[in-house]
């Protein structure tokens, strides 16, 4: 796998998660998915705002979706801004 991060992994961390990911494919699946951007996700706090104001304020500037219909506090952050 090519490498094109900032660092590289502790040798003894490598060695630790290599035991339990026994299969050469689980582990490079973890290496590729441990250097990725993660979603960023937003909970909001309904004893203050309620969920459907925040969703539209955050809607006027950024991308944002409700993926979880029965839980509308949840709300994630798509890739990019508006």
């Known amino acids: 796998m090519t490498k094109n991060w900032k660092y590289e992994m502790k040798p003894l961390f490598e060695e630790r998660m290599r035991k339990p990911l026994k299969d050469g494919g689980d582990f490079d699946a973890f290496e590729k998915i441990s250097y990725t951007k993660s979603r960023n996700w937003i909970r909001a706090n309904e004893l203050k ?9 955050l809607k006027k500037k950024w991308k944002v979706e409700r993926p979880f219909p029965r ?3 949840i709300i994630k952050e798509l890739l990019g801004n508006k």
């Not at 705002?49 to 304020?57: A, G, M, P, T, V």
């Open 49 to 57: 705002i309620d969920s459907d104001k925040l969703f539209q304020r």
């Open 71 to 73: 839980h509308k506090e």
